[in-house]
């Protein structure tokens, strides 16, 4: 145990290392004057605009820059459709797999467009080599490009002066192009020399020792690797994900996706206090995340190693089950916790399978959906709560809420209210929906308190846009695939909207000065109330359904 | 100033009253959260006369029956208090009402006799005249005339005022009296829009509308009601996935613990008894918005002159110049001042007598009296014997001298100076062509005001001093009161611009101003205090009116605007934070016996499931009556930075609002189960 926790703190270590390089280049990224990276950049992102017709100094306001964002992704998500639809006549098919049915499709179409990739389906036996590349590789870096341009945009709607928030076609090829790209070209030949596959080259069959025919399948899995981490994705090439010997080969391929998956959410918020020229703004929010990171970290790895009592009793020491024994329990145990904080998705271990109090912090970690979060939105939503905490605050200190400046009035509490209220309503109401009814509740393969979470986990994974799988849930229903189909469309899009909603109405208004009577938001002691509110909001809202699942089910095992 | 009684019994008979009004749905529909707690109670009333409605169920109707008391009264409890809060406003507009009876005016006709109508037909244009004693019977400027007014009708202030026709103190109100003499007025409102009728309406808050904050803040609690009915209603087919059946009662019983009803209920009577206690301090104020405005203030303007000094100036010393002594200068300026009837005159003569220095009458019999006028700015004496003694501007004086042969001494301007520097007003004294010395007439500030500065100040607000001084006294003035800025030499448009120059920079402004030329002043200012001794168009710019005409009032009023504020985020506060303890008493009571290994999350230990989800909801109703007086008054305010004022009310109210209700839960679930009740 002493050595497993060495390792995780040194990960942790080196998550921490990267967090300021990577957002000062961010920062670079994103900022207008002319600096090294648009002479590097410039010419092959200039080819493009010309393509695509944009004009690069054309600015947008918020309901411009999120009907650009929803056009994109509705024309992209049509594409993808269409492909998965008729992949069977479609070239780069060498195992000669059918069409997708048309409910998967669409799940798997919202899936990858809204960055949750969750998958219904397995990879490996589904979907084509063009499919993978053109409607899931593809999407993976658009998605994650779409969630950082709105970030960005949102940014510049509080610290702007007017509605002015950028150029999103500007903001999504950059992300592409100086972030995504470079990011993911490297860490791709990191994990071809681990040892995975990259081939256009179809399933090989082998005959094993004792004489029984083999097929072994696999596909361009480096790139998708890449990017699956980097973007938060977390879709597998192969359906049991990232505990593929393929796509997760060697404890350093498994260190190499955790940095990945994050690298650029935490720097994000680093990024953040930077544009904002308030870093311990910036810090503040990240201290806040991290702590809840570091104690749901704890709570895994007390548990998966603490194991089940009744097992205990046999003399097993721990809980192994549902996991690669080449990759161990801490390393799991912090896999577990970064793809859910980071809302990847990717799992290198069975959720299922974990302890129920195990299994009770990725669903909590969807369920509050900001502890860094996914590419971008992971920000937003720690900035929503941030709002939802200036302006209780700020009444506590006898003034109209202000945050950098900006007040926070009765639209932006409107807009906040309903990005809080939307999530708790689309993964409750499902989940009430799918156990009140008896054909969706024949998918859930160990009834009671474990399947209650098992549905439970799928929409809060739909929801926040994570895609993990708690597994033993047969997701690939009709029922289901639209469901959560719907819930990852509204999860995404409809927060999307009211923040950049918020960003428009905030670019607007005058910056109040700061004076000894404002109320300061990089404080330890704000933090501290930060954190308080997420963590309160989410439990209220939350712990009656996580009574019933996890919880119960914790206590009935003690 | 008066402070009106808080509370008698009479106010309380009446809100128990409006309590039960109050139930009316259409009313109730304002407020999201209570309305919510309404049906709640409608559900449990139909379940206790047919417990079987909604199926087959285990609960007795004393259980629903008691539920449905119990929310009746958390509605009630909220309704009082807001009845309660309102109820000082109505009784003092009704006894506004009773002197504003319908007078008779005495109509000023073409050809200049006289036709009585009664106050109500009086139309703007129309000429009264109002005869000592009777009542003034609409808004108006005089026209002719001077009389002095009893205002308490409108102040409370029974000291009656000097009106005059012209300047700046020639506007009267409706409802006011004529004590003595007679005037002329020229109407200004028609029936109804008058000062009177606009400050009843404020105070029985009829028009009433809620504040922007109060605005963010309702839709934030109408959004956490929405999120607690997401939450169980989706509770019901996942208890039954789990072979749990949950009582509908039990079900409203948790919805009602849950939803912000202390912060619902008591909402509304936060806002109106901020209002309320603005009024007690004898301002009014035109909109709530105004006083939340006044919280937020950054920049406050202040007249020097009434404000911050109070105004008149008077003789501190007598300073000669060299070659006189002391006495000499003393009893100089005494003869110049003997027949000054100014207040400025009557100190130089009170100090002259302080000092020993006395002339008798006969001395100065058939003496000229020489009158101060704006070209010769020196007043003082000719006597019988030719000798001229004068007081005055010192280049008067010395303008003076000089036309009579004499010179000024060496030292005078240096004296001038040092008397200028320290903020004061020098006044040279001659007799013939010589010059005795300089009178130094001081303006002393009002005191105690450096300290509120710096209270102010620590509440991050910026004091700015505006004044017709030349900038050597403004700059001591103002270092003596303790303001941060000042504008010296300011002529009207002086403060607009910066007034204006303060709002580019995102600052709300706030100033007090009474004349006519401040009105445009009022007016750009975020929150603009008008005296009621001022003129009509500075009392219409404003968006309060200071009944007292006290200038200092604006910083009671920034106290009451946070005040307000913090009253509402403090108890938001309270109130979510007390879901904690509610979720612990009552979700391991519903789900115990199907589930007995959730016994461990009844950490208080309470007696058994009813008396548990009773214990929660009964909490959750006194708590309501318990929170009103802090609703009423306020939370504590402290002149404080923002960071010390949030630590202290986030322990109070946040980590106070988690454990209270562990404590007051568990007290009354000993009580229930103790009295043998469940």
């Not at chain 1, 059918?98 to 990879?123: C, E, K, M």
């Not at chain 2, 909604?54 to 009746?72: C, E, H, K, P």
């Not at chain 2, 005001?449 to 001591?476: H, Q, S, Y």
Request: hydrophobic share 50%; charged share 15%.
């Amino acid at each position: 145990m002493g050595m497993g926790l060495l390792q995780v703190g040194i990960i942790v270590i080196i998550f921490l290392l990267l967090v300021k390089p990577m957002g000062i280049y961010l920062v670079k990224v994103f900022g207008n004057e002319e600096s090294r990276l648009g002479k590097v950049f410039g010419p092959v992102e200039r080819v493009i605009y010309r393509i695509m017709g944009v004009r690069e100094q054309e600015t947008m306001g918020w309901k411009k820059y999120a009907g650009a964002v929803l056009l994109v992704n509705f024309v992209m998500l049509i594409l993808m459709y269409i492909v998965f639809r008729i992949q069977k006549y479609l070239p780069l098919n060498p195992d000669g797999l059918d069409n997708v049915p048309p409910g998967l499709a669409f799940n798997t179409a919202v899936s990858f467009i809204t960055n949750t990739n969750w998958q219904a389906y397995s990879g490996e036996n589904t979907l084509s080599y063009l499919s993978q590349m053109i409607a899931i590789t593809f999407p993976m870096f658009t998605s994650a490009a779409t969630g950082f341009a709105i970030a960005v945009a949102f940014i510049r709607g509080l610290i702007g002066r007017q509605d002015n928030l950028g150029n999103f076609y500007v903001d999504l090829t950059r992300t592409i192009t100086r972030v995504l790209l470079p990011l993911s070209f490297v860490v791709a030949i990191v994990l071809v020399a681990q040892g995975v596959p990259q081939t256009l080259l179809g399933a090989v069959h082998a005959t094993t020792l004792d004489g029984a025919g083999q097929t072994i399948t696999r596909g361009l899995v480096a790139s998708f690797e890449s990017i699956k981490h980097l973007g938060t994705n977390g879709g597998g090439w192969f359906g049991t994900n990232a505990a593929h010997p393929f796509e997760n080969p060697t404890p350093l391929s498994n260190v190499v996706h955790m940095v990945c998956m994050m690298l650029l959410p935490t720097a994000l918020v680093y990024a953040f206090g930077l544009w904002v020229k308030d870093k311990r703004q910036g810090w503040a929010l990240f201290t806040a995340m991290g702590l809840i990171f570091l104690v749901m970290l704890a709570t895994v790895l007390y548990s998966e190693y603490r194991g089940v009592p009744a097992v205990q009793a046999l003399g097993v020491q721990g809980n192994m089950e549902g996991k690669e024994v080449r990759l161990g329990a801490s390393e799991s145990a912090l896999f577990t916790t970064v793809t859910t904080a980071a809302t990847t998705g990717s799992v290198n271990n069975m959720h299922e399978s974990l302890t129920p109090l195990g299994g009770f912090v990725p669903l909590a970690q969807m369920m509050l959906n900001n502890v860094f979060g996914g590419k971008g939105v992971g920000l937003l939503n720690g900035l929503l709560y941030l709002i939802l905490s200036v302006f209780i605050c700020g009444l506590m200190v006898g003034r109209t809420p202000e945050f950098l400046g900006k007040k926070i009035e009765g639209r932006e509490v409107k807009l906040a209210a309903v990005a809080i209220l939307i999530h708790p309503l689309i993964i409750l109401a499902p989940t009430a929906l799918a156990l009140a009814l008896p054909g969706s509740t024949a998918s859930i393969a160990n009834p009671g308190m474990h399947g209650l979470s098992e549905v439970l986990y799928a929409f809060a994974s739909g929801a926040a846009n994570n895609g993990s799988a708690f597994a033993g849930l047969g997701a690939n229903t009709v029922f289901y695939n639209v469901a959560i189909g719907l819930v990852m469309l509204a999860g995404r899009y409809i927060s999307i909207i009211m923040m950049l909603a918020i960003a428009g109405s905030l670019a607007v208004k005058r910056v109040v000065p700061v004076t000894s009577g404002t109320l300061r938001t990089n404080t330890p002691l704000f933090t501290g109330i930060l954190i308080m509110i997420i963590v309160v909001i989410g439990a209220l809202t939350f712990f009656p359904a996580l009574v019933l699942g996890p919880i119960a089910e914790h206590m009935a095992a003690l | 100033m008066e402070r009106k009684p808080t509370l008698n019994k009479e106010l309380v008979n009446r809100a128990v009253i409006d309590a039960f009004k109050k139930l009316n749905p259409l009313v109730m529909m304002k407020n999201p959260v209570m309305f919510v707690v309404e049906i709640g109670t409608v559900i449990t009333l139909i379940l206790t006369l047919v417990p079987d409605l909604f199926g087959a169920t285990d609960v007795g109707r004393g259980y629903n029956l008691a539920v449905f008391l119990i929310l009746l009264f958390t509605v009630l409890f909220a309704n009082f208090a807001e009845a309660l809060a309102e109820g000082r406003g109505k009784a003092q507009a009704d006894s506004m009402r009773k002197t504003k009876s319908d007078t008779m005016a005495r109509v000023v006709q073409k050809d200049g006799s006289y036709k009585e109508v009664s106050s109500t037909q009086l139309r703007i244009g129309d000429v009264v005249r109002v005869e000592a004693g009777e009542v003034i019977p609409s808004d108006g400027e005089i026209i002719e005339g001077l009389a002095s007014i009893d205002e308490s009708a409108i102040t409370g202030e029974s000291a009656p005022v000097i009106k005059e026709a012209g300047g700046d103190f020639s506007s009267v109100t409706g409802g006011t009296r004529v004590a003595s003499d007679f005037i002329v007025v020229k109407v200004t409102t028609d029936p109804g829009e008058s000062f009177m009728d606009r400050m009843i309406a404020l105070v029985e808050g009829a028009k009433r509308q809620k504040t922007p904050n109060e605005i963010a803040l309702t839709t934030l609690l109408a959004v956490l009601t929405l999120i607690f009915l997401i939450v169980i209603v989706t509770m019901v087919p996942m208890a039954q996935y789990l072979g749990v059946k949950l009582e509908i009662s039990t079900l409203i019983a948790l919805l009602v613990c849950l939803i912000p009803t202390t912060i619902g209920g008591l909402l509304s009577a936060i806002g109106i008894a901020g209002m309320d206690r603005v009024t007690q301090y004898n301002v009014l104020a035109m909109s709530g918005r105004a006083v939340e405005a006044a919280g937020d203030i950054d920049t406050m303007i202040l007249d020097k002159t009434g404000t911050i000094t109070f105004g008149n100036r008077m003789a501190s010393e007598f300073v000669p110049v060299s070659g006189v002594s002391g006495k000499e200068v003393t009893f100089a300026s005494l003869q110049a001042s003997v027949k000054d009837e100014t207040p400025e005159g009557r100190s130089i003569v009170e100090l002259a007598h302080r000092l020993g220095e006395n002339w008798p009458e006969p001395a100065y019999e058939g003496a000229e009296v020489v009158e101060f006028t704006a070209e010769t700015r020196m007043s003082g004496l000719n006597l019988a014997d030719g000798t001229k003694i004068r007081k005055g501007a010192v280049d008067s004086i010395v303008h003076h001298v000089h036309s009579l042969g004499g010179k000024a001494p060496a030292d005078l301007e240096s004296i001038t100076n040092t008397i200028a520097k320290a903020g004061g007003t020098p006044l040279a004294v001659a007799v013939n062509d010589r010059v005795y010395g300089v009178i130094y007439l001081k303006d002393t500030v009002k005191p105690g005001l450096k300290e509120r500065f710096a209270e102010l100040r620590a509440m991050g607000i910026k004091t700015v001093m505006c004044t017709g001084d030349n900038p050597l006294t403004a700059a001591t003035i103002a270092l003596e009161a303790g303001v941060d800025e000042f504008i010296a030499e300011a002529k009207p448009e002086d403060k607009i611009a910066a007034i204006k120059k303060e709002q580019q920079e995102g600052k709300l402004v706030a100033m007090t101003g009474d004349g006519t030329n401040d009105a445009p002043a009022l007016a750009q200012a975020d929150v603009g205090l008008a005296m009621n001794s001022g003129t009509m168009a500075a009392k219409e710019a404003a968006n309060m009116i200071d009944l007292d005409s006290d200038p200092t009032k604006l910083l009671s009023v920034i106290s009451i605007g946070k005040q307000l504020l913090i009253t509402r985020g403090a108890l938001t506060t309270f109130s979510i934070s007390n879901d904690i303890a509610k979720y612990f008493a009552i979700i391991p009571a519903m789900f115990i016996l199907a589930m007995p290994q959730l016994q461990g999350l009844n950490i208080m230990g309470l007696a058994s499931p009813e008396s548990a989800i009773l214990s929660a909801l009964i909490f959750n109703a006194i708590i309501i009556p318990l929170l009103i007086p802090i609703a009423m008054k306020g939370v504590k305010y402290r002149a404080v930075s923002a960071d010390k004022l949030l630590l202290r009310n986030v322990l109070l109210y946040g980590i106070g609002g988690v454990v209270v209700p562990f404590l007051g839960i568990k007290l009354i679930d000993m009580l229930l189960h103790g009295l043998n009740l469940v």
